[in-house]
């Protein structure tokens, strides 16, 4: 058997106890999304026709495109108009932006957790609690795309890893091992940057990049504070102290000491996947749902593609950071034939057809959080790194999914502090600031 169907057969079926929330291993879906951009129509001749809001990424529009054509086709009355939105806080404004004014496309695919809270769902969203699919749902994922009044979200893609995805050829020929802390993280850095190879990839022309070495970081805050999360919430914990201020620290030291690729103020994601691929880059602090557009445009690299977790200053604290995927929703503005058809449409999404899409025109990062979808007999060999991490009870949800706070301008601030424009300690500052407001609006004990 190969290792990526041991891989497979391994962790198809695991369902793991993380930080007293259980969750399952994946990817496909993203911090990164939100929305702009432009639109067009998928098809003709239904007597009903829905519009479905996604980001403006390849790999997105690869994944939606397959999705509806297949939908169409079990369903020759409706027809699905795809819409595109920016990636980060652009695409979070727009979704905000449409939502009030409601303008909101019938179906749109969004981050779950803080980020969906903040959309107001029980004013904003259709319950989907009463959906068929519904009960097949892992109980994490339903946690966050729930209020007490409602079920707000239904899966697309899987969970997915925050850390460092590195060239595995870069780390042989040099003879590096993984670094478990943050002293080894910066040794390997400066001797892959003597071998003239950039050590790591950062990339702010897509600003929400940025954000990884903070959010990143969040498993190995738990691992020194288990019950941080729940005094930041209450107002009890910040980010400019430690143990959360080290991300903001070890975002402004890889520029100081001149660890990053010149171009990081313009290059993109796509850019810093194709520099990992190709080993012109040796290590990008990503979400591992990235391994699909790295399939999608380097399909050859995929194997040479491991992933660490972002290192803590001590082994001993050094955990993987886990996101949940994406939700698929349903504005409140949506009535009649139109919401009839969008809750047909995410129960294709749902159904083993469906799943096929996702895995034929993607690749998973792990298993899925819902019983009708299943993993391809083979999944790339990073996912079983990531597996290492959850079999060895080292993995932890993201903040965003333990506390309803995420200030709306983190990114913008990581650019500055990754770009030398301020210090840590005043992004810290800042970002405690940032999130106040919204702090206040969800009416938080303690703000």
Not at 30 to 45: F, H, I, K, Q, R
Not at 180 to 199: A, C, Q
Not at 287 to 296: G, H, M, P, W
Not at 327 to 349: E, N, Q, S, V
């Amino acid at each position: 058997m190969s290792a990526r169907s041991r891989t497979t057969r391994s962790i198809t079926t695991r369902v793991i106890a993380i930080g007293g929330a259980t969750v399952l291993l994946g990817g496909l879906a993203a911090c990164s999304s939100g929305g702009s951009g432009g639109s067009g129509d998928s098809g003709s001749g239904g007597s009903v026709q829905i519009s479905y809001l996604v980001d403006n990424s390849d790999a997105t529009a690869v994944t939606s495109k397959a999705l509806i054509a297949g939908f169409e086709k079990a369903n020759p009355d409706i027809t699905v108009k795809l819409d595109t939105k920016p990636q980060g806080t652009d695409g979070d404004n727009l979704v905000k932006t449409r939502l009030s004014t409601g303008e909101m496309n019938d179906v749109f695919n969004y981050n779950s957790g803080s980020l969906m809270q903040a959309l107001n769902p029980d004013n904003t969203l259709v319950d989907l609690s009463d959906q068929s699919w519904a009960s097949k749902v892992d109980k994490q994922f339903t946690k966050v795309v729930s209020t007490d009044k409602g079920m707000y979200g239904a899966p697309f893609g899987t969970s997915f890893g925050g850390g460092v995805m590195y060239n595995k050829k870069v780390y042989d020929k040099l003879g590096l091992s993984v670094p478990t802390t943050w002293d080894e993280f910066i040794s390997n850095s400066e001797k892959i940057k003597d071998s003239g190879v950039d050590p790591i990839i950062q990339t702010y022309g897509d600003t929400w990049t940025s954000q990884l070495f903070v959010l990143g970081d969040f498993a190995n805050i738990t691992a020194q504070q288990s019950n941080w999360a729940t005094k930041y919430t209450a107002h009890k914990e910040s980010y400019a102290k430690d143990p959360a201020l080290a991300g903001f620290e070890h975002l402004a030291e890889v520029k100081d000491k001149g660890l990053v690729n010149e171009d990081f103020a313009s290059a993109t994601q796509a850019n810093g996947l194709k520099m990992l691929a190709e080993g012109t880059g040796a290590q990008y602090p990503m979400l591992t749902n990235a391994i699909s557009t790295l399939q999608q445009d380097n399909p050859d690299a995929v194997d040479d593609i491991g992933v660490f977790a972002l290192p803590a200053e001590t082994a001993a604290d050094t955990k993987m950071t886990i996101w949940e995927p994406n939700g698929l929703y349903i504005p409140k503005t949506t009535t009649g034939d139109k919401l009839a058809a969008a809750k047909k449409f995410i129960t294709y999404a749902n159904s083993s057809s469906g799943c096929k899409v996702q895995n034929d025109t993607g690749t998973p990062g792990g298993p899925y959080v819902i019983s009708t979808c299943t993993l391809p007999s083979s999944v790339p060999p990073m996912i079983g790194d990531l597996a290492k991490y959850i079999d060895g009870d080292e993995a932890t949800p993201a903040l965003e999914f333990l506390s309803p706070i995420k200030g709306p301008n983190l990114e913008k601030i990581c650019v500055q502090v990754g770009s030398g424009i301020s210090t840590a300690a005043v992004g810290a500052k800042q970002y405690d600031a940032d999130v106040v407001q919204q702090a206040q609006q969800l009416g938080l004990k303690g703000w």
